[in-house]
């Protein structure tokens, strides 16, 4: 165990795209646990286009972190103390807090991970927050029918490959829509969508009317931006618009116009924004139904490990560009469990 | 019987604003009723919102008026003749076609009507299309809940007037919004919403923060245009748009943009469009709810009756611009339930 606790903090509210320089990095003493609580060395921290919002000053659904506080974060970690007699030492957990080496958490907080039932890293990614992300969204909103044609977009992400996977399990026709040859060759040939369409690469609008010959029942908008006014106008009568996230808009200053919304009557078009922490109950349930598909294979997921917490602000200024190439992970100290 | 059928025809599609040289007014014959048709006499003919679109050359929800047809509409009329055993001369009925005096139609269309259940009139209005149309948007997707703010935009129109007064037998907050300081009275004193803001005068947005201090849970779209921009950034977490109609931009030569859709994400809105026509099914539900509510006065209606087909394509280029208070009729011809 380091002496030290490093964390991330924010120095300044970005204008704009984020930079290294609108964070910190600094040491603190790692905390002690107070009764109830457990101490938490991380393994993974998960960055996810969510922080963005929180970085922010705006209103939002959430608060805003402080300037000069750590940066929010889940973490999956390992139980270095505990004052709380149902979380022993050793115990791998999910909820560790912020951009930080240790963290002192409640543990009634805390979440216990079996090791054996799916990698620790999973609780982050398909089988976190991410994977109950999809299939909320889908299963509220979305809702695809047999044969029904369903674009998702960001769809090597750590949510979209969920998406797309989820929907072919439900006979929809599945196309996807990803950044540069590598991530469409994956998405179509690990994540067995039907098609994936490179967003940077082609003309848009005639690449979906060619995979979606039948136009688009579901749209899981993960990007906004020039994906969704491509998408926009191909959507079918009674068609869903799953809003989940406008990536590529989160840096804007300014808002962009928007579809205009005549369309929403003459096609009954149902276009519904979640946040799943509203959902958190149903994360049994899904993680039930999801860590088998895991462990048989049959659902898969790539993850993109930047190793040393050091490395985060740069790696999250990317995953805010589309750089990483499935889940985003900070690895932040050794995994006991696979030896790396 | 006048022997002339004066029918209202469509002469050319226009762009941008209708005005009456784009239809023409011809005298035909009167058609005789085939085995199985009853001829309808037409007492008065709804002129709404939708033939707009009908109008335009534009792929919809329904197919266009052909250039030199009968523009479509529904009446109300009476029975001359009849070859339908079930149908008899001199019923009053439900579902006579387009602007014409005269129409030949399968019994099977009609709905016989009982002028001692509600004025013929309603079955056009109150009791009809309109009044099913809000019904549905309103249990679909607006669903009010007590203590909830719903913003109804064209307030005094025919659909807006049923949408307030339902929402209020929800307890909920009912605010409208109208043109002109004779329709906002109506909508306050005679509709008994708790607010009515006129778009004309008003600083929207000052006058909806006035009157909706705790925001906006559901609104009613009948317009687009500046009230939609000014109501949108308004909505609260979990709000509902009704996409009902956007009237004011129904002429647009080109769409204009609409709102940003980031918003639905981090307020988790449904916009959400629909069709009374999908909705059929539900007519004789919403009817027997809602004539015994029109007979004892509960549920108020106004008409706005223009006497003469002729002056039926004026009519309509006002209704398009707010001109008319209260569901806009043409009178075809005598109504003998009220001598008129």
Redesign the interface.
């Known amino acids: 165990m380091r002496d030290r606790n490093r964390q991330v903090l924010l120095k300044r509210r970005p204008t704009g795209a984020p930079t290294t320089a609108d964070f910190d990095i600094a040491d603190g003493p790692v905390p002690e646990p107070a009764d109830g609580e457990a101490l938490v060395r991380g393994i993974y921290l998960s960055l996810d286009p969510y922080m963005r919002?929180r970085i922010s000053g705006t209103r939002?659904?959430a608060k805003p972190v402080d300037i000069g506080a750590v940066m929010e974060g889940r973490v999956v970690g390992q139980v270095v103390r505990s004052r709380d007699p149902g979380i022993r030492e050793g115990d791998y957990v999910y909820g560790g807090y912020g951009w930080q080496l240790y963290s002192a958490v409640p543990g009634k907080d805390l979440i216990k991970l079996d090791p054996n039932e799916a990698p620790l890293s999973t609780a982050l990614g398909v089988l976190g927050m991410p994977g109950l992300t999809a299939y909320v969204g889908l299963s509220e909103i979305g809702r695809p029918q047999r044969g029904e044609t369903v674009v998702v977009s960001a769809a090597s992400g750590a949510v979209g490959a969920v998406v797309g996977q989820l929907a072919k399990r439900h006979d929809a026709r599945v196309v996807g829509i990803a950044g540069g040859p590598d991530k469409c060759r994956y998405v179509e040939s690990e994540l067995g969508f039907d098609s994936c369409i490179d967003h940077r690469s082609a003309d848009l609008g005639a690449a979906l009317d060619r995979t979606c010959p039948q136009g688009i029942d579901v749209y899981w908008?993960n990007v906004?931006g020039a994906v969704?006014q491509a998408v926009f106008p191909r959507l079918n009568?009674f068609g869903r618009m799953v809003?989940?996230?406008?990536v590529s808009?989160y840096n804007d200053v300014e808002?962009?116009?928007?579809?205009?919304?005549?369309?929403?009557?003459?096609?009954?078009?149902?276009?519904?924004?979640?946040?799943v922490s509203?959902q958190w109950q149903r994360f049994g349930k899904y993680r039930a139904m999801a860590a088998p598909l895991v462990r048989n294979g049959e659902l898969k997921y790539r993850e993109d490990i930047v190793d040393g917490l050091d490395r985060a602000p740069e790696a999250f200024i990317g995953l805010l560009n589309g750089r990483n190439f499935g889940k985003l992970l900070i690895k932040l100290g050794d995994d006991p469990t696979t030896g790396r």
């Open positions: 919002g939002s659904y908008e906004g969704q009568d809003m989940c996230g406008m808009e808002l962009r116009p928007g579809p205009n919304l005549m369309a929403a009557v003459r096609k009954r078009l149902k276009i519904q924004g979640f946040i509203d």
